[in-house]
Each structure stands twice: as structure tokens, then as C-alpha cells.
């Protein structure tokens, strides 16, 4: 089963290195395990017609998922002019499978196309009046902490503008390599991941902080792509981002009620299959699953209801002939919601095969293709299908809970014509569980930018009482 979704903190680490005139190196670990390394690079540059400057920055990632390999190898290049980012261009590579992403800037409107595998895709963002952006999180300067402006930076993977936020916290005595010296002190509040960056008085940095015990060093070429400093064996992410469980949840459960701290839960959803509420210092989280959905609702009623979600979207290429042809032919002359959502989702767990090695954001149509991949592969993929016989389908990401911890999962909601139904097409049940946990919800760049729970505790705080079904 594919338990997890990608941590989007490692794709953070591409493209958010500060650019210097001569190429610097970086080691990147993960709870005292080397994780990968990275260098980053600045120069003048005539490419597109006039001199610019041109910062560039590799991301190699080599770690485990759940036992199986996972490298990630990402280029990104920026080409820069004295008033602002004129192209980006982002380049992945993990599992055989290639992600490309071209932006172009222009004025208040970024022109983005995509490439997974064969197939394309065009969209064009405006960015919202009296805010700065910019392309480098990790190189921030004392002019950029007194601008008060709403600072936005350009997601290629999810195509998308993130919201952050910067501040500084003074002067802290660090350990480096050199011994103990004090250093500036910044925080980089963004909903994808939480970096804290340590620089000397010049801007150099440091040392660099992210979830989960993540560390990121100077460190010279050789010793950078050494992968066998650090501890012995390389970290497993399904591991390493795993959330234990004080307790036990039983999946068939009628509810479940736990007690969540040291995580703040005010932006996830709640309603439907999950209440969410403020206890003291922490999160009262009650998941009561619908197993009883509304089979009655007509097809064409629901997308009356919630037309918006019936659209395509980035990576939901719903509008193509050859979708909607597929989805017809699982569902049929079925026309009611649940029933037709049921036949996708059976077809989609029988069509994909695991492949925890890919670690780039794909397109329905690839993921068609290649019918391999993880959650989140099934995820974009049935939402593609169902939006193109008109069933509302948001995307869905959270937690699952697996062998005593949760871990990082995607699924789907239809709308049955009274409610948002939870589908996940990486399990033969037909509902989710009492061991599902939404965090994020919407389209790709509102679900697939969720946050990280990083140093949240759980604790299972009502009877496990079996759910015991009618007759």
C-alpha cells in the first residue's frame, strides 16, 4: 500500500540556496543521516537576449521509502534582472520519471508549462498587487526583514504562489565546523516547510534547519557528495516523518477521538468525516467515518451543486476526450455519484502498481501511462477520472495510521449531494477509516502545499469500540 506523500520540504531545497560568484556546496542530513547535498551558483549570463544574471542550484536526494530506493536529482536555473525574476526553470528527475517546469515573468502574470513524461501543460498565474517576490528563501538580506509587503514565492511543481513569512529572531551562539560563533538568527514561516537559517554578519550562511531534524552545511565539494558521512545507513523518509501513536486505532472503528499537541491544527480541515477542536495546550481530533454515503444523488445533480469541482485543474487533465472516455467505460450506465465512484476507484487500485521510488509531482495522463506510483499518484489520477463524467472531487492530503504511527497519505472527496465522501484507491475498502486524517484539502496547490506535523503528539483518548454493522 502506498502510505505516504512525498515530504515537500527536500523539493524546498532545490532553487532555495543563496547564489554566490563562485559555486558552493552544501551537505544535506537528516537526523544525523546524510541525506544528499546540493551547490548553488551565480553568474552573467545572455541567454535570453540581454545580460542577466543567472543563479543556478542541484539538489541530489538519495534516501529510502519504506525500504525502497529513492533518489531525486533537481536542477533549478533563475535568470535575474535589477528589477526582478524574468525566467525560472525547474528540473526533476526520481524513478526514471522527469518533471519539467518553464516560468516565464511578465509583469503581473507568470507564464508556466510543465512537462511530465509526453504530456504538456500551459497555465498562466497573476501575481496580486503590492507583494514581493522572490526565488531565493535562503539568501535574505536586512532590506528584505524591514519590507513589510506580503512576501509570495513561485511553487513550480504545484504551479502555484506560497504566501511566507520572514523574521528575525537576533544574534545566537551556533556550533560550526570552526567551533562556536554567534550568527543571525532567521525564521522562513512557509506552509510547505519551516526552515531556520543561521548567517554571519557578511549574509553567508551558516547553518540551515528544516523539519524533522533536517540540517543543511557549507561543507567543500568533496565532503558534500561523500554519502557516507554521517550515520552508517541512509535515513528511510516513511521512517523518519512517521508519527507514533500513544495507543491503538482500530480501523473499523465507529470513532476515534485523540488528543494532538505540539502542532497547530487551526488550518485543517473540519466537518464530515472529522471534527477538529481547541483542548488547552493542544487539539481534540474526533474522526467518525462515513461509511453510509448517499447513493441516490444523480450525477448531473451534484455537479450543479458544486460546479467548481468539476473542473480541470494543474496535473487534472479532466477536459481530455480520452479521460472521459475511460471513466465511462468503468462506470457504465451508472449515474449515481457513489455508485460510479466506486467502479473508478476499484479500477484505479487495480490498474497501479506500487512504486515508491518516484518522488516528482506527474500528470494524470502520465500516471495513466506508466501505471506505477504512490498516494498521491492515485490521488491526481482519480480525481482526473471522476471530474470527467462531472463528479465533484476534491484532493485530499493527511495522515493514515499504519502499524502504530501515522504516515503521510493522499486520497479524494466526491460530493454525494449532502456531503464530502472520503475515496482512497490505495485500500479495497470502499470508505476510509477511523485512521484517516485530512490535514489539507482542494485543489493541487491548496491539498498538495499542506503542512507538516513536525513534532506533533498523538494520543488515542477513546475506548476502541469496534463499529458493528446493522443486522
Known amino acids: 500500500m502506498m502510505l505516504r506523500r512525498f515530504l515537500p520540504f527536500l523539493l524546498l531545497i532545490a532553487g532555495a540556496l543563496p547564489a554566490h560568484a563562485e559555486k558552493e556546496w552544501f551537505g544535506i542530513y537528516l537526523q544525523g543521516k546524510k541525506l544528499g547535498y546540493s551547490w548553488s551558483d551565480s553568474k552573467k549570463d545572455s541567454t535570453l537576449g540581454k545580460e542577466l544574471e543567472l543563479r543556478e542550484s542541484a539538489t541530489i536526494i538519495q534516501s529510502e521509502m519504506m525500504g525502497n530506493t529513492l533518489q531525486i536529482d533537481v536542477l533549478t536555473q533563475t535568470w535575474v534582472s535589477p528589477s526582478g525574476i524574468v525566467r525560472s526553470d525547474y528540473k526533476s528527475n526520481s524513478g526514471g520519471r522527469i518533471f519539467n517546469s ?33 526565488d531565493d528563501t535562503m539568501a535574505i538580506s536586512n532590506d528584505d526583514l524591514k519590507d513589510t509587503r506580503k512576501t509570495v514565492v513561485f511553487d513550480p511543481t504545484t504551479v502555484s504562489l506560497v504566501e511566507i513569512k520572514i523574521s528575525s529572531e537576533g544574534k545566537h551562539k551556533i556550533e560550526s565546523r570552526g567551533g562556536q560563533v554567534e550568527a543571525n538568527k532567521i525564521v522562513v ?30 561543507e567543500p565539494e568533496n565532503v558534500a557528495k561523500d554519502m557516507t558521512t554521517g550515520s552508517n545507513n541512509v535515513p528511510d523518509l516513511a521512517a523518519a516523518s512517521s508519527i507514533p501513536v500513544d495507543g491503538r ?55 450543479k451543486q458544486q460546479p467548481n469541482w468539476t473542473e480541470p485543474d494543474t496535473r487534472i487533465p479532466s477536459d481530455k476526450g480520452i479521460f472521459r472516455l475511460r471513466a ?25 502498481r506500487v512504486n515508491l521510488g518516484i518522488g516528482v509531482m506527474r500528470d494524470a ?36 495510521y499504519y502499524q502504530g504511527s501515522f504516515l503521510y497519505h493522499a486520497w479524494v472527496e466526491v460530493w454525494d449531494g449532502q456531503q464530502w465522501v472520503g475515496l482512497d484507491s490505495t485500500r479495497p475498502d470502499d470508505f476510509l477509516t477511523a485512521g484517516h486524517l485530512k490535514t489539507a484539502e482542494g485543489t493541487v496547490g491548496q491539498a498538495m502545499v499542506g503542512f507538516l506535523l513536525d513534532g506533533a503528539k498523538v494520543k488515542v483518548i477513546s475506548p476502541d469500540v469496534p463499529f458493528l454493522k446493522a443486522g
Open 189 to 218: 514561516d512557509d506552509p510547505r516547510a519551516k526552515m531556520i537559517l543561521y548567517v554571519n554578519d557578511k549574509g553567508e550562511m551558516i547553518r540551515a534547519e528544516g523539519p524533522l531534524g533536517m540540517t543543511i552545511i557549507p
Open 102 to 134: 518553464r516560468a516565464d515573468f511578465q509583469g503581473e502574470k507568470i507564464t508556466v508549462v510543465t512537462t511530465t513524461g509526453s504530456s504538456e501543460e500551459k497555465k498562466t498565474l497573476n501575481i496580486p498587487k503590492d507583494v514581493r517576490l522572490i
Open 249 to 303: 486505532i482500530e480501523y473499523a472503528a465507529a470513532k476515534t477521538e485523540l488528543e494532538v499537541t505540539g502542532v497547530d491544527l487551526s488550518k485543517s480541515p473540519s466537518g464530515g468525516h472529522q471534527k477538529i477542536e481547541k483542548s488547552g495546550d493542544g487539539w481534540k481530533v474526533t474522526i467518525t467515518p462515513i461509511r453510509k454515503a448517499n447513493t441516490s444523488t444523480k450525477i448531473d445533480v451534484a455537479a
Open 328 to 352: 465511462q467505460q468503468m462506470i457504465g450506465s451508472e449515474t449515481r455519484v457513489i455508485p460510479a465512484a466506486q467502479k473508478i476507484r476499484k479500477e484505479v487500485l487495480q490498474r497501479m
Open 365 to 400: 495522463s502520465e500516471i495513466w501511462d506508466s501505471s506505477e506510483g504512490v498516494c498521491r499518484d492515485h490521488a491526481i489520477l482519480m480525481a482526473t477520472l471522476l471530474r470527467s463524467v462531472n463528479i465533484p472531487t476534491k484532493l485530499v492530503t493527511g495522515l493514515v
